[in-house]
Every structure is written in structure tokens, then in C-alpha cells.
T-cell receptor
């Protein structure tokens, strides 16, 4: 079983719609959860971090964490063409180890 | 400007020819890490360092070496590169442990081993 799994893509959504990305993790002791966005040919950039159960909102992005279900999600509201990228879920299970999912590619159709 | 700098950005070389990819950060971060990224596999951690002279293996350390003699630098060494090490490599740094601390990534190094 992979440590971090993301829903397989690619995900295509029309402009203005909500894009929903899901991620599950295997280590119940995981403490920190991150969503990175990666444009083609570029390095990952942090867009959201979440550390406790519930929702965290930042602009058009909302991260949701459910530690009991070992599940973290990212919602992108009012999707824009500039949101077209690969989104990487990352989980910190131990202090010095960060595990990444394979990523979900999102395409926003104009 | 706070940044993580990797060099070279692109390299094509041949099997067995030792190479070093340099990584430097100017944020006084304790933690540094190397990842490789391959299609369908996401980012996989190669080695990480918690501080000067303290390093440990990640998920895919075979064929790689690292050193951390200074806080700002964390070079990745391929002593005898092989074609299966052809990949996109990222160096990253963060302040302290990864608990509650996101990582800052370099621009990446694309290695092709022929």
C-alpha cells in the first residue's frame, strides 16, 4: 500500500466550477498535511497546509482534513484556467520524512 | 530574495561518469532534502539532512550520496550514474523539522544518463 494516494486524474472542469481533489494516507500518526501545485516544467509550490481536523480556507482554496478517516482533500472554487496544473498531496508522518502522492492533473476548460 | 538554488539545471552525461548536483539555500534552514520525480510516481525522497553533518536515507537512496558540511549547502552525488537515474531532481529546504513547516523547492535539475 502506498503511503499517500491521490485520486487518479486527469480531472477536467469547466471554468467557474469547483474542482475536488482527494488524498488518503496510510500512517495514522501523520501530523502535517500539505497541498502543492506544480505547473508543467516547474517546481512544486505550497498552496495550502493543514494540521488539525476540519476545514481551512484560503481564498478560493479550501483544505479539509479528517484524521479518523485518514483523508485530506482540496477544493478549488471558481476554477480558473490558471489553476490548470498538477496538485500534489504531501503528508508528514515523522518529523523528517515527507511523503508525496503521485499527483492529480487538473485542466480547467475555458 | 529567499531561494533554493540548484545547479546545473540540465545535464546529459554517460553511464559511470561521476557527477554532482549542487544545492544551496539562503534562508538559514536546518532541514534540506533531495527528491526525484518520475512520471506516475510523484516525488520520492532520496536523502535528507536535519542539520550540519546529520543525514539520513529517504525512500530511494541507492546509487546516491550526500554530504552536509555547511548549513547552506547539500550536494547530491552520483558516483557511477546509470540510465535508471535519469529523472527530474528537486532540492528542498525548510526551517526545523517538517512538522508544521512547509518546504521550499529549487527549480529542479533534469538529468539524462545515456
Amino acid at each position: 500500500q502506498k503511503e499517500v494516494e491521490q485520486n487518479s486524474g486527469p480531472l477536467s472542469v469547466p471554468e467557474g466550477a469547483i474542482a475536488s481533489l482527494n488524498c488518503t494516507y496510510s500512517d495514522r500518526g501523520s501530523q502535517s498535511f500539505f497541498w502543492y501545485r506544480q505547473y508543467s516544467g516547474k517546481s512544486p509550490e505550497l498552496i495550502m497546509s493543514i494540521y488539525s481536523n476540519g476545514d481551512k480556507e484560503d481564498g478560493r482554496f479550501t483544505a479539509q482534513l479528517n484524521k479518523a478517516s485518514q483523508y485530506v482533500s482540496l477544493l478549488i472554487r471558481d476554477s480558473q484556467p490558471s489553476d490548470s496544473a498538477t496538485y500534489l498531496c504531501a503528508v508528514n508522518a515523522r518529523d523528517y520524512k515527507l511523503s508525496f502522492g503521485a499527483g492529480t492533473t487538473v485542466t480547467v476548460r475555458a | 530574495e529567499a531561494q533554493v538554488t540548484q545547479n546545473p539545471r540540465y545535464l546529459i552525461t554517460v553511464t559511470g561518469k561521476k557527477l554532482t548536483v549542487t544545492c544551496s539555500q539562503n534562508m538559514n534552514h536546518e532541514y534540506m532534502s533531495w527528491y526525484r520525480q518520475d512520471p506516475g510516481l510523484g516525488l520520492r525522497q532520496i536523502y535528507y539532512s536535519m542539520n550540519v553533518e546529520v543525514t539520513d536515507k529517504g525512500d530511494v537512496p541507492e546509487g546516491y550520496k550526500v554530504s552536509r558540511k555547511e548549513k547552506r549547502n547539500f550536494p547530491l552525488i552520483l558516483e557511477s550514474p546509470s540510465p535508471n537515474q535519469t529523472s527530474l531532481y528537486f532540492c528542498a529546504s525548510s526551517k526545523g523539522s517538517l512538522n508544521n513547516q512547509p518546504q521550499h523547492f529549487g527549480d529542479g535539475t533534469r538529468l539524462s544518463i545515456l
